[in-house]
């Protein structure tokens, strides 16, 4: 069901439907419980975000990249050490 486009009767102060909503209403619009959930879920998904919590993710996400990297690198060295390629052989 689609939302309704409404106007208030001044004499009875009732709402009157207008038909569905477009972008022409210029009354109010009248939407279901499920309509209005949905709606405010989609806003809140295209919301700029809470700057605190915008940081956190980005220093949780920077550190588990960098983390990565570093204990890459010391395992590549400690293999590194071990490897047969690089032990010096006598002539």
């Given amino acids: 069901m689609l939302p309704l486009c409404v106007h208030l009767d001044q ?15 210029t009354g109010y619009v009248l939407m279901t419980p499920a309509d209005w959930a949905g ?3 989609v806003a809140q998904l295209f919301a700029f975000p809470d700057p605190l919590v915008f940081a956190a993710a980005f220093t949780a996400s920077f550190g588990a990249v960098t983390g990565c990297a570093v204990v890459a690198h010391a395992v590549g060295s400690v293999a590194g050490f071990f490897d047969s390629k690089h032990d010096i052989q006598e002539l």
Avoid: P, R, V
Avoid at 11 to 25: K, Q, V
């Fill in 11 to 25: 004499a009875t102060n009732a709402l009157i439907a207008a038909g569905e909503f477009t972008g022409d209403c």
């Fill in 39 to 41: 709606s405010m879920t």
